[in-house]
């Protein structure tokens, strides 16, 4: 069984940093990709980042490109987001993710199979 546990968020003022940790078990780095997804008040979820551990390919939101860094560490079975320079704009709940997959693309920013718990990410102005 997948399971992933997000943690890390929290209150920061804009231009500060955070990082996210996502505990992740049920499944191999080397066949998933996994990733961070973000849901703000009022909007659809979106894609922020994710990694395919396989080749080391990563994919970013536009709005974060420069700013955030996906990294994972399959040895201790984790995702990282490492968030700089943040904006109001980021304030959302931020959920690790996962799904299996053969073709190393970009879908991965659209939707996984497998999302764990949410932690809360508040920017303030």
């Known amino acids: 069984e997948v399971q992933l546990q997000a943690s890390g968020g929290g209150l920061v003022q804009a231009g500060g940093s ?19 997804f973000r849901q703000a008040p009022g909007k659809e979820r979106e894609g922020v980042s994710c990694l395919w551990s396989s080749d080391g390919s990563t994919y970013y939101l536009d709005s974060v490109e420069g700013r955030f860094t996906i990294s994972s560490d399959s040895a201790k079975n984790a995702v990282y987001l490492h968030m700089n320079s943040l904006k109001p704009e980021d304030t959302g709940v931020y959920y690790c993710a996962a799904a299996e997959g053969s073709v190393i693309a970009a879908w991965c920013m659209v939707g996984m199979d497998h999302y764990g718990k949410g932690t809360l990410v508040t920017v303030s102005s």
């Open 18 to 36: 955070l990082r996210l940790s996502c505990a992740a078990s049920g499944f191999s780095f080397e066949r998933y990709a996994v990733g961070w």
